[in-house]
């Protein structure tokens, strides 16, 4: 069993910064990928990044290419979601999940999911 726990959630002014962590306990893996998503009032949850464990390879959603970055900590079991100029639209429960094995492109493939940390970018 996997435990995720995400934190750095907040109240943000537009244009401002938030990073986002995700700390995994338990059943640890060195393969897989982990995600973070996103999910508005009234709106679906969608895809925001990912990452795998091993080498690194990140995707990033085109809503939020340029703006944010995912990075890990192999170490510390923690994923890193850098999200800079914020803007009212990014403001939505941010979700940490984790495919075990796979690439997680979609969101059925992934079997951990952390409790969520609410974002809201208010002036």
């Known amino acids: 069993q996997v435990q995720l726990v995400e934190s750095g959630g907040g109240l943000v002014q537009p244009g401002g910064s938030l990073r986002l962590a995700c700390a995994a306990s338990?059943?640890?893996?060195?393969?897989?990928?982990m995600g973070w998503f996103r999910q508005a009032p009234g709106k679906e949850r969608d895809i925001v990044a990912r990452?795998?464990?091993?080498?690194?390879?990140?995707y990033i959603a085109d809503s939020v290419k340029g703006r944010f970055t995912i990075s890990r900590d192999n170490a510390k079991n923690t994923v890193y979601l850098q999200m800079n100029s914020l803007k009212p639209e990014d403001t939505a429960v941010y979700y940490c999940?984790?495919?075990?094995?796979?690439?997680?492109?979609?969101?059925?493939?992934?079997?951990?999911w952390g409790q969520g940390t609410q974002v809201t970018v208010s002036s």
């Open positions: 990452i795998r464990w091993s080498g690194g390879w990140t």
């Open positions: 338990g059943s640890i893996f060195n393969s897989g990928t």
């Open positions: 999940a984790a495919d075990r094995a796979g690439w997680g492109t979609q969101e059925y493939e992934y079997d951990y």
